[in-house]
């Protein structure tokens, strides 16, 4: 079947280091998103990816890197300048961004920091 | 810039009653409206989407939304709640002036009581 998968679904970090969140899908689609879910505030963009070798900021990109090598994957890494990096984290992606049917989802990414 | 409303932080019905979670928007143009669920550390589920046509529209498990130009709604209803109705449940709104991403609100927390 196809699908979004991201792992692990549960991270524990130490302050200080720098963590990478994997993001693959097998729907061939172009366009990738990570967000950031936090208690009462929805959903935060960090990242997208409209093609492969290309992405831009959202609208909370600092502490955050990413790449796209390849079409079906998109990391996340979450850097020691990510001051409160405990969060859910959870990766989507779109035939295009003009995709009229939304994104589909992975299941998510709990990131916790000890 | 477009964006999307959740009034309610959380929403209490009794099984079998109708229930409504409700949404407003902001956008210039036509709107391309979405709602999402999301159960317990999983991902978002699209549940239904309003692009143009019938202002009903209906959905996944047996949901369905209510498209108001006047009053920029997009309520989303049931006419008989189940406990396994019990989730957060997302309004969304693509916004055609930011790379057609898609922009979601807070969140509604939907609790059916037995």
């Known amino acids: 079947d196809g699908g979004i998968t991201q792992s692990p679904k549960y991270l524990f970090r130490k302050e200080g280091q720098n963590v990478t969140l994997s993001c693959e899908q097998n729907l061939n689609h172009d366009a990738m998103y990570w967000y950031r879910q936090d208690p009462g505030q929805g959903l935060r963009l960090i990242y997208y990816?409209?093609?492969?070798?290309?992405?831009q900021k959202g609208d909370i990109a600092e502490g955050y890197s990413v790449s796209r090598e390849k079409k079906e994957s998109f990391p996340l890494t979450v850097t020691s300048a990510q001051k409160n990096p405990t969060a859910f984290y959870l990766c989507?992606?779109?035939?295009?961004?003009?995709?009229?049917?939304?994104?589909?989802f992975g299941s998510g990414t709990r990131l916790t920091v000890v | 810039a477009q964006s999307v409303a959740q009034p309610e932080d959380q929403v209490n019905v009794a099984e079998g009653n109708p229930l409504t979670v409700k949404c407003t928007y902001s956008?210039?143009?036509?709107?391309?409206l979405f709602w999402y669920v999301q159960y317990p550390n999983r991902g978002l589920q699209f549940l239904l989407k309003y692009i143009t046509g019938d202002n009903l529209v209906k959905g996944s498990y047996g949901f369905e939304a209510e498209f108001n130009k006047s009053q920029t709604s997009f309520h989303l209803k049931k006419p008989s709640a189940l406990v396994s109705d019990s989730a957060l449940y997302f309004c969304?709104?693509?916004?055609?002036?930011?790379?057609?991403?898609?922009?979601f609100g807070k969140g509604t927390r939907l609790h059916i009581l037995p």
């Open positions: 989507a992606s779109s035939h295009t961004a003009l995709n009229p049917n939304g994104y589909t």
């Open positions: 990816s409209q093609i492969v070798n290309d992405f």
């Open positions: 956008v210039s143009g036509n709107p391309y």
């Open positions: 969304a709104v693509r916004d055609m002036n930011r790379d057609d991403k898609i922009i």
